[in-house]
């Protein structure tokens, strides 16, 4: 069969990506395996792929006729996934996902786009009503009951051009916040990409403190921050200067009319070691009489970066709702829980980035070359459902 299949998937991850090594050994820790860690790791991977969120419809491919065309050597049960993901070091993951992204910068996958950033943000994944791991946090109802358990991680995500490339998680349990996990994560990023690779790291106002705001101080990096009433005297600050004043720039994005205000002399609070504080406004009225207004902070100096530029970078954020969050949730099965385990909850999530991951480069990079327009995701899962019906022929080469 011509066109996109799980084989040539598998092809493209472990020539292109450079994934072959990874493919093979992922970092197993059983002691006796009979299962190879290759098949289950690659089940995993095209289970997220083929939206299969459940180790039992994992299994179900793999004891189907499916398997073959899945490029998976043998059968087996959801056990032996649970079995397998409770023991598998994420490490080797993590270094995979980088490895992955600085290959993808190499090969020009975000030729084009001036910034190439970085996104921050928390979200939650799998409820549960009894807490049987290290992980759960609970969560109450309006009259403070806890009523069950959840999960909370933090996931950062690679944003330049049209790609929206997920990189890491990191997991937050009892007694932990958001943003102390955000700066390990941001702390590893900085550690298995460099500094070089990112320009600005784009969080939203639950990590406009002054502990994370040093952190990617330390690390090299400028940070484009949401500005929210959880600072309130510099957001005073802000809204009194701004609303007594004409725009500064003004300009059409689509259909919208957007207007923008930017200082860069606002004095930071006190326990911010920078110098002075950036802040810009913008006003977006849509075509419907809708109008979006938001404040934004961050270290850029006006003479480096210009306000429409920053601007884009402070819009760019919503990609990791979008096209992180909302497609990993809503698709790719981010919030079942397979497995409740921590060391499997974690292995599962980062499967998934790295699933995300390779979907979107191989369909918006390596199957868009040429003048014909990129498939959808939809298409192509289409193309992958149809392709494990076909024969397989056998490989001669």
Known sequence: MKGPTPRRVRKYAAKCLGLKSYLRSPGDGRAQARIPAAALLWALLMGALL???????????????????????????????????????????RAALASVLRRAKRNKAFEGCHFVGLALDGTTAGRRRESPCRLCRPYHNAAREVVGYRHHLVLAAVLGADLTLPLDVEPYGPGDSEYAAGQ??????????????????????????????????EVGWRVVARLKDNLPDLFQAAQWRFRSQAPHLSFREGFDRVELWDADDFDPWESLGWETVRVIRYRQHHRNGDVVEAYWLTDFPSRHLSSRCLYAMAKSRWQIENQGFNDAKNRYGLEHICDHHPYSLLIVWLLTCLALTLERLYRLRYLHRGTHPARTAIDLLLLFQLSLSAPTLADSS
């Open 51 to 93: 939206r299969r969120a459940a180790f039992a419809g994992i299994e179900a491919l793999v004891g189907s006729r499916a398997r073959r065309a899945l490029g998976v050597s043998q059968s087996f049960g959801d056990d032996a996934l649970r079995y397998f993901t409770e023991r598998l070091s994420p490490a080797p993951t």
């Open 184 to 217: 390990r994560l941001l702390r590893r990023v900085r550690a298995s990409v460099g500094a070089r690779f990112i320009d600005d790291v784009v969080v939203d106002g639950e990590f406009a403190t002054a502990p994370f705001l040093h952190a990617a101080t």
